[in-house]
């Protein structure tokens, strides 16, 4: 059974860091390309980041420089370092990935950056 987990979600001022884990079960984590995604109440859900199997990486416009996903393989967990953060960049965050074939989505954690 597939699983997405997220967690590390918070209050953050502008200009702080803030990492998001996704703990991932259920599938060989490694095999999959994974994504970010962040929702706000303006935007539907938007890709932020994505990691390949082998571990290529894309971001959107606005997290590259700032953004860094990364898969920790010992424990099947999926990471996003978020820096120099904005009041753009708060919404609720999913890790997403299409597991044979099928869309998975975790429940999300809320990023909030406010002084």
């Known amino acids: 059974q597939v699983r997405l987990v997220e967690s590390g979600g918070g209050l953050v001022q502008p200009g702080g860091s803030l990492t998001l884990s996704c703990e991932a079960s259920g599938f060989k984590f490694g095999h999959y390309i994974m994504w970010w995604y962040r929702e706000s109440p303006e935007k539907y859900r938007e890709m932020v980041a994505e990691i390949t199997s082998l571990g290529g990486t894309r971001y959107s416009d606005s997290a590259n420089g700032r953004f860094l996903i990364s898969r920790d393989m010992d424990k099947s967990t999926l990471k996003l370092y978020m820096s120099a953060l904005t009041p753009d960049d708060a919404g609720v965050y999913y890790c997403?990935?299409?597991?044979?074939?099928?869309?998975?989505w975790g429940q999300g954690t809320q990023v909030t950056v406010s002084s």
């Open positions: 997403n990935g299409a597991i044979h074939m099928v869309d998975y």
